[in-house]
């Protein structure tokens, strides 16, 4: 079927390639996403039958032009990008995409994860989640009713994170602290979560755990990470959220979750109202709490960077925990 056809890679640095991919998908009403590494096209002649793209283990940006919908086209780009994936050594893959095309993922050897009215989570493997699951179980502390998360990035972890962690802490019998483990941070995921270990270690019944692939992930929620706010995030929103509630909180027994309120950026913004809407299904109830404040001004990671960056170290020592000052004033630091 395929003998006439071609398949291009375009890798990152072909930006006149990539933009003819883009404007492909905007025809079809589908976002390009520019932080993916491969994007693989299926052309007949000059005409773009289809593309699909992979940031890496996540495949996403999919889509079949309307002319060419029943001719296997999205098959020969699912097993283009799983060959290519194969080739990195990167074998667990995810997707995100929209709803329509979940039965055809599912005879690829996709399996579902979470799917909300417009768009589904699968991957090709049929374990992944379920191991996922038990991992975060091994945390579980059984001996208490009150459990309460937290969701954060601590880039890195401040006295205002620290301070709406010391509050849940004292509200309730056991808190659950998910650091986001994407690497898409200027602080490396270890240094992050070491540091929140050593800033809360005053606190007996806090428990510091690696979000992984399903807590504000590349999987779960791409637009967290680029800052974008695009069609798609309310979507990114309910799939994120959902998971959390259905699974997670199930999980641990997590009855509350802790937000801070979001003054800057209008994406957290969003997901904190999409928060108060979502987990109360799940019988979780949520505390915003107002962010902390040092002379009038609202305590910020990027801020904390930007003195980090200008050492001034003695403003500095003010906003943030010891652990954080010593790293961010040490050698180790990476901004």
Same mark, same amino acid.
Not at 45 to 66: F, P, R, V, Y
């Given at each position: 079927?395929?003998?006439?056809?071609?398949?291009?890679?375009?890798?990152?640095?072909?930006?006149?390639?990539?933009?003819?991919?883009?404007? *492909?998908?905007?025809?079809?009403? =589908?976002?390009?996403?520019?932080?993916?590494?491969? +994007?693989?096209?299926?052309?007949?002649?000059?005409?773009?039958?289809?593309?699909?793209?992979? @940031?890496?283990?996540? %495949?996403?940006?999919?889509?079949?032009?309307?002319?060419?919908?029943?001719?296997? %086209?999205?098959?020969?780009?699912?097993?283009?990008?799983?060959?290519?994936?194969?080739?990195?050594?990167?074998?667990?893959?995810?997707?995100?995409?929209?709803?329509?095309? #979940?039965?055809?993922?599912?005879?690829?050897? *996709?399996? @579902?994860?979470?799917?909300? @009215?417009?768009?589904?989570?699968?991957?090709?493997?049929?374990?992944? *989640?379920?191991?996922?699951?038990?991992?975060?179980?091994?945390?579980?502390? #059984?001996?208490?009713?009150?459990?309460?998360?937290?969701?954060?990035?601590?880039?890195?972890?401040?006295?205002?994170?620290?301070?709406?962690?010391?509050?849940?802490? #004292? @509200?309730?019998? *056991?808190?659950?602290?998910?650091?986001?483990?994407?690497?898409?941070?200027?602080?490396?995921?270890?240094?992050?979560?070491?540091?929140?270990?050593?800033? +809360?270690?005053?606190?007996?019944?806090?428990?510091?755990?690696?979000?992984?692939?399903?807590?504000?992930?590349?999987? +779960?929620?791409?637009? $967290?990470? +680029?800052?974008?706010?695009?069609?798609?995030?309310?979507?990114?929103?309910?799939?994120?959220?959902?998971?959390?509630?259905?699974?997670?909180?199930?999980?641990?027994?997590?009855?509350?979750? $802790?937000?801070?309120?979001?003054?800057?950026?209008?994406?957290?913004? $969003?997901?904190?109202?999409?928060?108060?809407? %979502? =987990?109360?299904?799940?019988?979780?109830?949520?505390?915003?709490?107002?962010?902390?404040?040092?002379?009038?001004?609202?305590?910020?990671?990027?801020?904390?960077?930007?003195?980090? #960056?200008?050492?001034?170290?003695?403003?500095?020592?003010?906003?943030?925990?010891?652990?954080?000052?010593?790293?961010?004033?040490?050698?180790?630091?990476?901004?």
């Amino acid at each position: 079927m395929f003998e006439n056809y071609t398949v291009e890679y375009i890798e990152k640095d072909q930006v006149k390639k990539r933009e003819k991919a883009e404007k *492909f998908l905007n025809k079809l009403g =589908l976002k390009y996403d520019e932080g993916v590494d491969i +994007t693989i096209v299926l052309k007949n002649n000059d005409e773009i039958l289809g593309t699909i793209s992979a @940031e890496d283990n996540l %495949i996403k940006c999919m889509g079949i032009n309307q002319n060419h919908r029943n001719e296997g %086209i999205l098959n020969k780009l699912v097993s283009e990008i799983i060959k290519f994936k194969y080739s990195q050594n990167i074998f667990e893959l995810s997707v995100i995409t929209g709803i329509c095309n #979940k039965d055809k993922l599912k005879s690829l050897g *996709f399996y @579902e994860i979470y799917s909300t @009215e417009n768009i589904v989570l699968m991957e090709n493997s049929k374990y992944k *989640f379920q191991n996922y699951i038990k991992k975060i179980e091994e945390h579980k502390n #059984k001996n208490n009713k009150n459990n309460a998360a937290v969701v954060m990035n601590l880039n890195p972890i401040t006295k205002g994170h620290l301070y709406l962690i010391e509050k849940a802490s #004292k @509200e309730n019998d *056991f808190v659950y602290i998910f650091v986001v483990s994407e690497d898409k941070s200027e602080i490396p995921f270890e240094v992050r979560f070491e540091l929140a270990e050593k800033s +809360t270690q005053h606190l007996k019944n806090v428990k510091i755990i690696e979000g992984g692939d399903y807590i504000i992930s590349s999987s +779960t929620f791409p637009s $967290y990470f +680029t800052k974008t706010y695009n069609d798609w995030v309310e979507n990114y929103c309910d799939l994120d959220l959902n998971i959390f509630g259905k699974y997670i909180s199930k999980t641990l027994n997590i009855k509350k979750r $802790y937000i801070g309120s979001e003054p800057y950026c209008s994406l957290t913004s $969003y997901y904190n109202k999409k928060i108060h809407k %979502i =987990l109360p299904k799940y019988n979780v109830e949520i505390e915003e709490v107002e962010r902390l404040a040092n002379k009038d001004e609202v305590i910020s990671a990027s801020k904390v960077r930007k003195l980090a #960056k200008e050492s001034k170290f003695d403003i500095l020592k003010e906003l943030v925990p010891v652990p954080t000052y010593r790293y961010l004033k040490s050698k180790r630091r990476t901004l």
